[in-house]
Antibody, heavy 123, light 107 residues
Framework: EVQLVESGGGLVQPGRSLKLSCLASGFTFSNYGMNWIRQAPGKGLEWVASISSSSSYIYYADTVKGRFTISRDNAKNTLYLQMTSLRSEDTALYYC????????????????WGQGVMVTVSS | DVQMTQSPYNLAASPGESVSINCKASKSISKYLAWYQQKPGKANKLLIYDGSTLQSGIPSRFSGSGSGTDFTLTIRSLEPEDFGLYYCQQHNEYPWTFGGGTKLELK
């Protein structure tokens, strides 16, 4: 059974940093690209970042580019999101999601999601 | 960025009924449209991808149609477990973008 479990969230002051983790199980993690998606309270879904299986390709939303870093450790089956210079608008539930492998390239959906971890940026 | 506009925002229906949710892209995304179901306390679930391909394990009462800019998710013979939030997402180009969501409620 595919499982994605996020951790590392919490309350943090504006301008500070936080690192999220997503522990994957039930599949060969090193074969799949991974993603972070977020959802502000009462709002819709916003894609944050993607990373390919070998970390060769990395993409960011403009809203986080230069502040957030996506990375992965395939030996530990873990995806990360290092968040710096946090702002109140970064307050959201952060999901990790697996990039499906139905076709070559980027045009694949997100076939499994974690339940999310809450990040609150407030003084 | 590709803007995704979902309608309706809210939808009330009864079990056994059929409903449709629409998603419009601001420019052509070919067939690359996915639909997800979101329910409290559960992981988001992929229902449909590539506009009309049913994800493995999803009941056949769910179907998707459309291409280019206009897409529709149809749920036939609603079951009690189908009530929740639905989102469309274009997976054609970065940045990936989502519709604003449709809340399917019990009438």
């Amino acid at each position: 059974e595919v499982q994605l479990v996020e951790s590392g969230g919490g309350l943090v002051q504006p301008g500070r940093s936080l690192k999220l983790s997503c522990l994957a199980s039930g599949f060969t993690f090193s074969n799949y690209g991974m993603n972070w998606i977020r959802q502000a309270p009462g709002k819709g879904l916003e894609w944050v970042a993607s990373i390919s299986s070998s970390s060769s390709y990395i993409y960011y939303a403009d809203t986080v580019k230069g502040r957030f870093t996506i990375s992965r450790d395939n030996a530990k089956n873990t995806l990360y999101l290092q968040m710096t210079s946090l702002r109140s608008e970064d307050t959201a539930l952060y999901y990790c999601a697996r990039w499906a492998r139905y076709t070559m390239g980027i045009r694949n959906p997100l076939d499994y999601w974690g339940q999310g971890v809450m990040v609150t940026v407030s003084s | 960025d590709v803007q995704m506009t979902q309608s309706p925002y809210n939808l009330a229906a009864s079990p056994g009924e059929s409903v449709s949710i629409n998603c419009k892209a601001s420019k052509s995304i070919s067939k690359y449209l996915a639909w997800y179901q979101q329910k409290p306390g559960k992981a988001n679930k992929l229902l449909i991808y590539d506009g009309s391909t049913l994800q493995s394990g999803i009941p056949s009462r769910f179907s998707g149609s459309g291409s280019g800019t206009d897409f529709t998710l149809t749920i036939r013979s609603l079951e009690p477990e189908d009530f929740g939030l639905y989102y469309c997402q274009q997976h054609n180009e970065y940045p990936w973008t989502f519709g604003g969501g449709t809340k399917l409620e019990l009438k």
